[in-house]
């Protein structure tokens, strides 16, 4: 049980557009959703926290029109990289935690490359 | 805030030793320590965990330790194998009195475990 999906799982944009990934809590209700980031050889990096219904609650030094999230619903949440450019690069993660659930279950990531 | 500090950053071992990862942390509030394992490309996946009512926690070949007074713990994974080439990291965590959920996870550095054959 436990298991939270991403997709894509790797994905190329062009510098200036945006990209949405998607975060889903397959088997539990998930009233917490964490995203993160990370370079490589690195640590992960908490950018924000939402909680279903709510806004999204971010870390210092991660803009918010910049790294738009949604979690409308016990299941979804999703990332928006807006107006992406090379520096944000980087390996995404999410993970989820519920009510019945209370310890965080990580997804697999997602490989952002922007030219 | 809290502050997770994860040593050795490498740690290459032959296939039937031992293996041990060393973490401290900062806030004394810190109730909740996660082990996670990640594979290239792969998201975290939890290994095993420790509250802090507990010294000590095992599981087959993986074992933590913790000590609440000096603010650290460990993981001890024993007779290794080639498969355990990954990198690990600790966490750590607060669980809110009389709630049911863990507050967000602050993670160290990383190791990254190479098991030669």
């Known amino acids: 049980g436990a298991v939270v999906s991403q997709h894509p799982s790797w994905v190329i944009c062009k510098s200036g557009t945006s990209v949405k990934i998607e975060c889903r809590s397959l088997?539990?209700?998930?009233?917490?959703m964490f995203w993160y980031r990370q370079f490589p050889k690195q640590s992960l990096m908490l950018m924000a926290t939402s909680n279903e219904g709510s806004k999204a609650t971010y870390e210092q030094g991660v803009e918010k029109d910049k790294f738009l999230i949604n979690h409308a619903s016990l299941t979804l949440s999703t990332l928006t990289v807006t107006s992406a450019h090379p520096e944000d690069s980087s390996f995404y993660i999410c993970s989820a935690r519920g009510l019945a659930v209370s310890l965080q279950f990580f997804g697999p990531g997602t490989r952002l490359t922007v030219l | 805030g809290e502050n997770v500090e994860q040593h050795p950053s490498t740690l290459s071992v032959q296939e039937g030793d031992s293996a041990v990862i060393k973490c401290t942390y900062s806030d004394s509030a810190s109730n909740y320590f996660p082990w996670y394992k990640q594979e290239l490309g792969k998201g975290p996946q939890l290994i095993i965990d420790i509250r802090s009512n507990v010294g000590e926690k095992k599981d087959q070949r993986i074992a933590v330790t913790l000590n609440k007074t000096a603010k650290h713990f460990s993981l001890h994974i024993t007779e290794t194998q080639p498969e355990d080439s990954a990198v690990y990291f600790c966490a750590a965590s607060i669980k809110g009195a009389g709630g049911t959920s863990y507050g967000k996870l602050t993670f160290g550095q990383g190791t990254i475990l190479t098991v030669h054959p």
């Open positions: 088997d539990f209700q998930a009233t917490t």
